[in-house]
Nanobody, 119 residues
Framework: QVQLVESGGGLVQAGGSLRLSCAAS????????MAWYRQAPGKQRDLVAS???????NYADSVKGRFTMSRDSAKNAVYLQMNSLKPEDTAAYYC?????????????WGQGTQVTVSS
């Protein structure tokens, strides 16, 4: 079994910053790509940022220049530094990891952490 645990969400004023963390534990052979998604009430879950096993990142246009994704492969962890937050960034944020385990490879999701940005 593999578990992903997220932390770092909260309430912040517009213009503020938050840092999300997501750590994986369990019977992990290796972790490939990692990603952050977000879902606002009544909307679909959208990709925010992704990072490959080699460290290459990709960002949604709406967060480019404000969010920075990084990973610590030794800790099986991924981070999302969010600066210059806007009310439209309010959503539940989920991490996803492409994990290789003993008997295969699949995606795992975290439970989500709420980010609320007040105007």
């Amino acid at each position: 079994q593999v578990q992903l645990v997220e932390s770092g969400g909260g309430l912040v004023q517009a213009g503020g910053s938050l840092r999300l963390s997501c750590a994986a534990s369990g019977s992990i052979f290796s972790i490939n790509a990692m990603a952050w998604y977000r879902q606002a009430p009544g909307k679909q879950r959208d990709l925010v940022a992704s990072i490959t096993s080699g460290g290459s990142t990709n960002y949604a246009d709406s967060v480019k220049g404000r969010f920075t994704m990084s990973r610590d492969s030794a800790k099986n962890a991924v981070y999302l530094q969010m600066n210059s937050l806007k009310p439209e960034d309010t959503a539940a944020y989920y991490c996803k990891m492409d994990v290789t385990i003993v008997n295969g490879r699949r995606d795992y999701w975290g439970q989500g952490t709420q980010v609320t940005v007040s105007s």
